[in-house]
């Protein structure tokens, strides 16, 4: 069964930097064609994709944050570890991870998110 | 980088009738498009991937159809569990990364 779990503070302030952890079991991401997304979605609003790391280490982010983000794993603990710096409330919401097998090109398994509230 | 435009933004419906939701992209993906279920709460559930094949243990009520830059999910009858928001996504080339439509929220009517 695969499953994923998200991580970290729930509560940042203006300027801090981020980090959230996603903790998986089912697969291995040193596997060929499994990658390992991040997601997130305000209140009330769409998702938003923010990065994918793939088993050949290869690094994607979104073009309007990727100064802001840093996506990286750990295959022996099997996590997959986001930053994101100078954090601001507009990046208040709900954080995804989620599974992605490269040949379908959509996230399959998710984790139950992990809210994250931006204030002072 | 290509933006996906989900129309309605929401669709009233009764139990037992044929939803169709609509999802346009700004510039050809191919057949890259996926389309997932979110209830109240809950983390999305992938529904659709490579716009017309059923993730596993989806029901045959759910389908998808299209290429290039429309596409369309149909749900043959909807079952009162179906009432939900979905959302479309898009895998580009270039630059390579990934995206989301905006919605479309499914109400009972």
């Known amino acids: 069964q695969v499953t994923l779990r998200e991580s970290g503070p729930a509560l940042v302030k203006p300027t801090q930097t981020l980090t959230l952890t996603c903790t998986f079991s089912g697969f291995s991401l040193s596997t060929s064609g499994m990658c390992v997304s991040w997601i997130r979605q305000p209140p009330g609003k769409a998702l938003e994709w923010l990065a994918l790391i793939d088993w050949d280490d290869d690094k994607y982010y979104s073009t309007s944050l990727k100064t802001r983000l840093t996506i990286s794993k750990d295959t022996s603990k099997n996590q997959v570890v986001l930053t994101m710096t100078n954090m601001d409330p507009v990046d208040t919401a709900t954080y995804y991870c989620?599974?992605?097998?490269?040949?379908?090109?959509?996230?399959?398994?998710w984790g139950q998110g992990t809210m994250v509230t931006v204030s002072s | 980088e290509i933006v996906l435009t989900q129309s309605p933004a929401t669709l009233s419906l009764s139990p037992g009738e044929r939803a169709t939701l609509s999802c346009r992209a700004s510039?050809?993906?191919?057949?890259?498009l996926a389309w997932y279920q979110q209830k109240p709460g809950q983390a999305p559930r992938l529904l659709i991937y490579d716009a017309s094949n059923r993730a596993t243990g989806i029901p045959a009520r759910f389908s998808g159809s299209g290429s290039g830059t429309d596409f369309t999910l149909t749900i043959s009858s909807l079952e009162p569990e179906d009432f939900a928001v979905y959302y479309c996504?898009?895998?580009?080339?270039?630059?390579?990364?990934?995206?989301f439509g905006q919605g479309t929220k499914l109400e009972i009517k």
């Open positions: 989620a599974r992605m097998v490269l040949v379908t090109h959509a996230f399959d398994i």
């Open positions: 996504q898009q895998r580009s080339n270039w630059p390579p990364g990934y995206t």
């Open positions: 510039q050809s993906v191919s057949s890259y």
